[in-house]
Each structure stands twice: as C-alpha cells, then as structure tokens.
C-alpha cells in the first residue's frame, strides 16, 4: 500500500495539476481580454467624442477664416451656428475625459494632456477672429493644430487580438481623416480666396499645395481601404455635388492668383465644398461603426473559444489522466507560436518584406510624428527621397531575381551609410525615404546627399555581374515646418522629379519656385485639354522638295496650337508635357486624321503622287493599339498606307528596341512609308538601323547649317549620306536655308531637302500656290 500511495498520488496529482494550470491561463486570457474591452470601450467612446468635435472644429475653422476675408452678415451668421456646435461637442468631450482613467487609455491619455490647453487657448482666438485682428491664413493654425491631436486620438488603436479584417480597416481609417482635415482646409482657404477684398499670393500658393496633399491622401486611402469603403469613395465622387466641387475649383485653377472667379463667391464655395465635408464625414462614420462591428464580434468569438477550451480541458482532463501534462505544455507551446506569429504578422504590415525597412504606411506615421516633434522644439528636419535611375530596364534585363538582391543590397548600405538614428524606408518599388532630424550633419544638407548618392558609386556584385546604379535626390529642410508629413511628402516628390527632369542633375533642394511649376504644369494641362475639345490645334506643312528637280514631292504636317490668351505656343514647350499627361494619344490621332484628310483633297485635286509626313510620338509608338489607329485615319480619308509616312526619333526607337522592330514591321507591311527623325543627334548606329525596317533617313538641321563654316559638320553629314547609302535607304536634309548648302547636299548624294530656302511651314491653303507651279523656284 505505503508503495500504491505515491503512483496514486502522482496519478491524482498530474491531471489537477494540469487543470488547475488550464484553468490559471484561462482566466488569466479572460482577465485579459476583459481589461482590453475595457481600454477599448474607454478609448472608444473618446474617440467617437472627438471626431465629433473635429467636424465642429474644421466648419469653425473654415466659417473664419470667410468672415475675416471680407465681413459679412451671411459669414457671420455661418460662424455663429458654427461656434454654437463647437461648444456643445468641447463640453461632451472634456466630460468624457473626466469620466476615463488616464491608465485605461493608455498612450491616448499623453495626447488628451497636450490637447486641453491648446483648446482652452480657442476662447482668446476667437475674440482675436471677432475683432478682425488676424488675417485669413493665421487664423488656421490654432485649429489645425489641435485637430491633428483629435485625428490621432480619434484613430488610436488599443492593443490586443482583434477582428482579421480590422488591421485593414484601421490602416485606412487616418487616411480618410486626414482627406476629410484637408478637405475641411480646401473650404477655409477656398472661402479666404474668394471673399477677400485684395489678393493674397500665400493664400492661393496654400490652396494649390492643399490640393496635391488630398489627392495624395485620396490614393493612399483607395489603396489601403476594403473594397466596399473605396467604391463608397468613388460612388461618393460620382454624384452631381462633386461635380460641382470640380467645376469650382477648375474656375479657381483656371484664373490661377491673378484673379477669383467674377460668378464664384464665398457663400456658394462653403456650401459645396461643406457638402463634401459632410459626406467624407458619413464615410467616415461607416468605416468606425464596421470597426465597432467587427470588434464586438471578436469579443463575442472570444467568449466562445474561452467556453469551448474550458470544456475541452476538462473533458481531455477527465478522459487522459496520464497525458494531461503533456498536454498542457502542448498548449503553452501553441499559445507562444501564435503570439510569435502574430508579432511577425504585425511586423511585416509595416516593413518591406524585401529590405526589412519600414515601408510607406509605417514611414509616414514615424514621419508625422518627428515632424511634430521638430516642430514643438524647433529642431531641424530634413527629408530625402531617393530614386534608383533605369531600375525597371534593370529588371527587365537581368530578371526579378537579380533586381531583388541589388536593392536589398542598397538598403544595407544606406542603413550602414547614415546610422540607427536616421529613418530609412522603402517607399516604392525602387523609392527609398529617409528622415535626419536633430543632427550635425544638418548644417551641410548637400554634404550629406552627396554621402548618399556616394552609396552608389562602388557597382554591385550579383553572382558574377557587376551592376552598375545611379539615383537622384529629392531634398526638404525644416524650417519652415508644413502641417502635415504629406505635405513634406508632396514638396520632396516635386523636387525629385525637378533632378530627374533636369540634364546632370543629381540632387535638387525644394524651393516654392518648384510648387509654381508644378501649378504651372496643372493649368497647362487643362489649357491641353480645352484645346482640344475646343479645336485650338491646327496643322501647318513644309514642302519637302527633290533636289535635283526642285519638285515638291511630300509635305510635312507640322502641330501649331493658337492659345486664345498665350497666343502661339512652342511645340516644344507643349508636346513634352502632353506626352507626359498622356494627351499626345488624342492630339496624335487628331494630327493623324487632319494630314490624311489634307493630303487626300490634294490628291482628289490633280497632285495623285503628292504624300504627307506625320510625327509619331514615342509614347504613341508603344501603344498597344497603335496600328489600329493608323489604320483608322487612313480609312477615315480614304488615303492609300503608301501616301502616309511616319516620322520617330532615334531616342524613341531605342527605349525598346524588340517592341519597336516589331511595331515598324507591322506598319511596313500595312505600305506606310518610315523615316527616322533628327538623325544623327542619338545612336546613329549601323547596328539598330539594321533592327528597324525604316525607308529614310532625316539629316539634324544643326549639320545642315554648320555645313559652311564647321568640318566637323561636313564630316557628319558625309557620314549619315554614306550610311544612309549603305543601306539603300532615302536622305532628307532639314534646316536648308541657303542655295550652298542645297548644292553641297545635291553634289554628295542627299535626294530630298526641307527648310526656309524652298517655304516657311504654311496652313494648307496656302500651299496651293507651290503646288500649281509644280516646283519651288531655287534663289
């Protein structure tokens, strides 16, 4: 028996001991969770109270900075009601921040403690506002600060297990804050701009600004955001008061700040663009009360799986005497791995999977925040964006693979390169991010770009390929401190694209000049635009003429566009941008159709041998449809392929070189004749011509008029001509403007010439003239 005793008691012992272990973790997971609700609930209902005091905050906000721009009795009365709802959502807030322990909100209760002076400080603005001692633009800071704490507030998260599609919705929901703030902004400013009595350039430059910060925003939450929550956003941006809201601000963009719209006032603008507010609103409420939902569900799931483990614990306790330690560990074990698994899960949320940087989510909150911090202690901050130059060819040439291991390659050495201190991410695909603050590096910002762009001076090695990579930097210093991350966001992206678009430029520091061009680039664009649905564009063509005979034998269609108030403007200062807004598709086609029709009434009239030269776009030439639509301008005048000849430029031809044969080949078969544009100034290599089914080569016009007085023009030219005969193709001389350089291009070969020597590109009517006398008279 005294032998029976100790296996009975370690029989009894080992299974109580493994429920009463069972039944310590789950009461302790039940403790926790209920602590959780509990923080949850607490912070919650702050929340809720803060977003309604943030709406009242950004329609006072906006009823102000209107009254103050010019007084009047309909602003003032908007203001009043405006205030009288401010005053009930404070005093519901400040009793909801007295009803909170300060250890149930946890870090929210740091931000409560920043936020009740800034609105005890309101009361002595408003009288500031009341005795129109500001200006429209400093009244909107004390509002907009103390929003941005409401906004955190209102999109803290307590930790804990939530709902599997809650990290999704709680990643979008400050975007859809911040859209809102800066909608609510749009209305102030908007309202500052029109209603004032004189014009106020910050006023206008701040609108501007505000509208590349909501797109911004407006991406960032569309790519963030559930399904249902983005078509809500588009289905929101589909209805006739958002049709209105871009009307009005076409009419502000339009007129630009040298005027307001004459048929736009104030009051109109705040009640569209309030109609906007409210409506983000709503869509704001929706996506908090699926959070709600969705939390409500997982604290009801959790009772659940707490009731079926209870159970299971005691059945597996009841049936496996022997094995209930084991099972206990088994369980220990699980809970870790899970927790591990969680913690992964979260970490990778917010890190590139690629380099282990932040990625863009988690780099614009850590940016928000330093900016904040800077900000409240005057440090300097100073944010680069940094782009890797030809990434995508890279990738296309030597594969995903290698691509991979140069940029996690990079990131190790920009980490290494700028230290722990400094925040590097990875932005985009091939777009990296870093924030230095508070550091003596500061005093030289070129010093430390140049540190940076030095990362890539040293060629990668992958396997056995050294892979050579540059970049361009995109530089903001602070001060003058913005109010939002995405504004510094904005600025930095403006001037990488000012260095990349600049020749031997590797680093460009913002400057407002830069915000300028880009609203510059915005209304020309629209400028674009109205000119075509407008039919500002018109064609002018240039004979081009055999030199031995002096006849004409083709025209060039040439693209001159008749602002009504730029009045003529260059080609070359409005093709560049139409090809980047993609416009040059439509002006293409439109250019297209015109010069088959042209050349199909000269052909009708008696000239059946006379063909017509069009320009053909780089970004027209890699179109998908681009044969189509040649196709279709062609059976639109009914002009035979053979009378049309299309003119690219080396530089286009040799982005993709594989795409770009087999595009020529496709055309060469339709019977439309090819020529290669302003060559001599690019490749000009034997090696691509032979790639490309091109019928004519066209001499550079710098050649042509250096041919008198340079040899190294004479030689160039020589050159071209002996290429050009090499390979049997025909020679078109451009630029020929005196009879010496005809007879020198004539006496080596060249078959055909344009320029003012023969006539000045003409509207088409007045090419009858030249074509009646059959020939141009040589002088």
């Not at 800034?118 to 600060?145: F, I, K, W």
């Not at 490309?692 to 030219?717: G, Q, T, Y």
Request: hydrophobic share 45%.
């Amino acid at each position: 028996m005294e032998r029976l005793g100790p296996r009975i008691t370690l029989a009894v012992a080992i299974p109580v001991a493994a429920f009463v272990l069972m039944a310590v973790l789950a009461l302790g997971g039940r403790q926790g969770d209920a602590r959780h609700m509990e923080h949850a609930l607490a912070t919650a209902s702050l929340a809720w109270e803060a977003k309604v005091l943030i709406h009242a905050l950004q329609v006072e906000r906006g009823s102000s900075a209107g009254y103050l721009s010019g007084p009047d009795q309909e602003f003032l009365t908007i203001l009043k009601a405006a205030r009288d709802e401010t005053d009930q959502a404070l005093e519901r807030f400040r009793d909801q921040v007295s009803r909170v322990d300060p250890e149930q909100v946890g870090a929210v209760a740091q931000l409560v403690r920043r936020l009740c002076p800034e609105l005890d400080a309101l009361e002595n603005h408003r009288r500031q506002v009341d005795h129109q001692r500001l200006e429209p633009l400093e009244v909107l800071p004390p509002y907009s600060s103390v929003i941005r704490r409401l906004i955190l507030v209102a999109s803290h998260a307590p930790e804990g297990r939530v709902h599997a599609q809650t990290p999704a919705l709680l990643h979008a929901y400050r975007p859809l804050l911040l859209l809102k703030e800066h909608a609510g902004l749009e209305r102030a400013l908007g309202s500052a701009w029109l209603n004032a009595a004189r014009r106020d350039r910050n006023v206008f430059y701040r609108y501007s600004s505000n509208l590349a910060i909501q797109d911004q925003q407006r991406s960032h939450f569309l790519a963030l955001a559930p399904l249902e929550h983005g078509n809500a956003l588009l289905e929101l941006e589909s209805r006739a008061d958002h049709q209105a809201l871009m009307a009005a601000r076409a009419a502000i963009i339009e007129n630009g700040d040298a005027s307001q719209p004459q048929h736009l006032d104030a009051v109109e603008w705040f009640r569209i663009t309030s109609a906007r507010v409210d409506a983000l609103r709503e869509m704001e409420i929706r996506l908090s009360e699926h959070i709600m939902e969705n939390a409500r569900a997982e604290k009801e799931r959790s009772r659940e799986r707490l009731a079926l483990w209870t159970f299971f614990i005691l059945l597996l306790t009841v049936l496996t005497m022997g094995l209930s330690l084991l099972v206990a560990r088994d369980l220990v074990q699980r809970y870790r791995q899970h927790q591990e698994a969680t913690e992964r899960i979260a970490y990778m949320a917010r890190h590139d999977a690629l380099t282990r940087l932040p990625n863009r989510g988690c780099f614009h909150e850590r940016l928000e925040d330093r900016l904040a911090e800077a900000r409240t202690n005057q440090w300097p901050l100073c944010l680069y964006l940094m782009d890797l130059e030809g990434f995508a060819e890279l990738n296309r040439i030597w594969g995903d693979a290698v691509a991979d291991q140069v940029l996690t390659m990079f990131a190790r050495r920009l980490v290494e390169k700028v230290g722990a201190d400094v925040l590097a991410a990875r932005v985009y695909g091939d777009q990296f991010g870093l924030v230095v603050c508070k550091d003596s590096r500061l005093s030289d910002i070129t010093l430390l770009a140049r540190d940076l762009l030095s990362t890539l001076d040293e060629p990668f090695q992958v396997g056995e390929r050294r892979i050579e990579v540059a970049a361009h930097l995109g530089v903001v210093l602070c001060p003058p401190y913005p109010d939002h991350a995405s504004q510094l966001l904005v600025h930095a992206g403006l001037a990488l694209e000012h260095a990349k678009a600049t020749l031997g430029q590797r680093m460009c520091v913002f400057e407002p000049g830069l915000l300028d061009r880009h609203t510059e680039a915005l209304e020309l664009d629209h400028d674009l635009e109205q000119a075509l649905a407008q039919g500002q564009f018109e064609l002018h063509y240039q004979p081009k003429v055999a030199l031995e005979s002096g006849r004409i034998v083709s025209f060039e269609a040439l693209l001159r566009w008749q602002h009504p108030r730029r009045g003529w403007v260059p080609p070359g200062q409005f093709i560049p941008r139409a090809e980047a807004n993609g416009s040059i598709i439509a002006i293409g086609d439109l250019v297209l159709r015109e010069a088959c029709l042209q050349a199909r009434r000269w052909r009708d009239a008696g000239w059946r041998d006379l063909t017509v030269a069009v320009n053909l776009s780089t970004v027209q030439l890699y179109q998908a449809d681009v044969i189509a639509r040649v196709q279709w301008a062609l059976s639109q005048a009914g002009l035979p392929a053979q009378a049309l000849e299309l003119e690219l430029t080396e530089s286009g031809l040799m982005e993709d070189m594989d795409a770009a044969a087999e595009t020529l080949g496709r055309l060469r078969r339709l019977g439309v004749r090819l020529s290669v544009d302003d060559f001599g100034t690019g490749y000009s290599s034997l090696a691509y011509l032979r790639r490309f089914p091109v019928h004519a080569l066209k001499l550079d016009a710098r050649f042509v008029k250096d041919l008198e007085s340079s040899d190294e023009a004479e030689m160039i030219a020589s050159a071209v001509l002996a290429l050009a005969e090499s390979l049997s193709l025909d020679c078109v001389a451009e630029g020929v403007e005196t009879q010496a350089q005809a007879d020198w291009l004539r006496t080596r070969g060249c078959g055909q010439a344009q320029g003012y020597l023969y006539a000045r590109p003409m509207p088409a009517n007045q090419c009858q003239p030249l074509l009646a006398r059959g020939y141009v008279t040589r002088s």
